[in-house]
């Protein structure tokens, strides 16, 4: 673990916050935004996709199509700096890394902070492709019981979203997110073994609703900064009480009871998701439902639902790293 000297001198990105959407990476992501010294963005994707599945190593070389990506991603304006100075940060640098080092050191220094990082889901199965291109780099893998996440998805998911232009998605939508999150919860445990426990720190949602405080003092720790009750206050001045909205347009603090599978989901789509991705379920520690055992129907939806992700989604979406 870094020491806090340590981490005043360490390159940037310092940081990645990673985990199936809709398990709290924007909670996490906007407590540790809240430190003093670390500032961490709001999915700028300064690491292109297509990096990512090539196995990248720090070396790899910088091209203009790959300074195109960064400045041409949809979300480029949570950066915080403009094209023009990006294409200069640009010039005399020779690697990939170096480019991004820079930008982020860039994005840092316009917001008074030396340390910055990055929160992007879909990050969450690129660890070792990341961990390859920027081997000092941290990151933090964000858990929630995938019961409570098709919850969030099912209010959620529109077209816009890739899930919901699935076809499954409009006659089995529950069968979607368990498969989805089974994927990427999957791809991040797997991630955290390859990249080593003291690359990545796994946080459970559950525990950070209960106890804020030392959960943090556990994350700040392991980046090896110094606890900052800033990180508990980060919504002060930011909370909205408009009900209408979201949780997160809200700017609320750790709440617990914002959702609850147990009360919310179907017995039947219980017995669904449970099928779907039950042994991941288990193996990061969350109990299954007690109760009958599934339909023959749900157990034969299961399985349809099953072999058309594996035919359509898998085999299209599986990269790399």
């Avoid at 959407?21 to 906007?30: E, K, N």
């Avoid at 998911?157 to 997110?177: D, M, S, Y």
């Avoid at 791809?187 to 459970?204: M, N, Y």
């Avoid at 299954?288 to 085999?315: I, M």
Wanted: glycine share 10%.
């Amino acid at each position: 673990m870094q020491s806090v000297s340590q981490a005043a001198m360490a390159e940037n990105p310092y940081v990645f916050v990673c985990g199936c959407p809709r398990s709290g990476t924007t909670l996490l992501q906007r407590m540790l935004d809240s430190h003093p010294e670390l500032a961490v963005l709001l999915e700028t994707n300064v690491v292109p996709r297509g990096v990512l599945g090539k196995h990248p190593a720090p070396d790899l070389p910088l091209t203009s199509e790959l300074v195109g990506k960064v400045v041409g991603f949809k979300w480029f304006d949570h950066l915080g700096v403009e094209e023009e100075t990006v294409l200069g940060l640009a010039v005399g640098r020779s690697t990939f890394a170096e480019f991004v080092s820079a930008l982020l050191d860039e994005a840092g220094r316009r917001r008074g902070k030396r340390l910055v990082g990055e929160k992007v889901p879909g990050y969450v199965r690129r660890m070792p492709s990341l961990h390859g291109l920027f081997p000092s780099a941290r990151f933090i893998h964000i858990i929630r019981d995938g019961r409570d996440v098709a919850l969030s998805m099912l209010d959620w998911i529109t077209p816009q979203f890739w899930l919901g232009r699935l076809p499954l998605w409009n006659e089995e939508p529950v069968a979607v997110c368990a498969l989805n999150w089974r994927r990427e919860v999957s791809g991040g445990v797997r991630g955290r073994a390859k990249v080593g426990a003291d690359t990545c720190l796994e946080v459970r949602y559950e525990d950070l609703i209960a106890a804020p405080e030392p959960v943090m003092r556990s994350v700040a720790g392991f980046l090896g900064l110094p606890f900052d009750m800033a990180m508990l206050e980060f919504h002060r001045g930011m909370t909205r009480h408009d009900p209408m909205l979201s949780s997160k347009e809200r700017w609320l603090p750790p709440t617990a009871g914002l959702r609850d599978w147990r009360g919310e989901l179907s017995a039947r789509d219980q017995q669904l998701f449970e099928i779907l991705a039950g042994d991941v379920l288990t193996s990061v520690g969350y109990p299954l439902a007690v109760g009958t055992p599934a339909s023959p129907e749900v157990t034969a939806t299961a399985a349809r639902c099953e072999q058309w992700w594996q035919a359509e989604v898998d085999h299209r979406t599986r990269q790399p790293g």
